[in-house]
């Protein structure tokens, strides 16, 4: 592969990464009270419909399990998760979406869609399918 490339490839995902983060920040934060990770979190845990231990959303989400936990507590704090202790293991801990958490990501869900749909439209066509 054509060093050239890699570089101007990597150029390209971090300013779309950068892009995407802060419009998310902005309209998933104004119109839907969640930020880009706590709607990230959401969305693992409705696609997957059912409870995740927090290491699963560790490797999911991409933050460190103290960046997770703090954001799973913002998500427990406003009702939208809640955790649990797994019986089988006692020093797993579970989180599961709420309904009221199953409400907002349905309703922020067109928003996060429309932000990445706009920011990715000038996708090259190796990545799109």
Wanted: glycine share 4%.
């Amino acid at each position: 592969m054509d060093e050239e490339f890699v570089v101007e490839t990597w150029h390209y995902v971090l300013a779309k990464h950068a892009k995407a983060m802060c419009a998310l920040e902005r309209e998933l934060g104004d119109r839907h009270g969640l930020g880009p990770s706590e709607f990230e979190v959401l969305d693992r845990i409705v696609h997957h419909d059912r409870k995740l231990r927090i290491q699963e959303l560790c490797e999911e989400v991409h933050l460190s399990q103290s960046a997770l936990s703090r954001v799973v507590a913002r998500l427990e704090k406003a009702a939208l998760v809640s955790r649990g202790v797994c019986d089988a293991d006692r020093r797993g801990v579970f989180v599961c979406i709420t309904d009221e958490g199953r409400a907002r990501h349905a309703e922020a869900l067109p928003t996060q869609r429309a932000v990445l749909a706009d920011i990715f439209t000038d996708a090259p066509a190796a990545l799109s399918r």
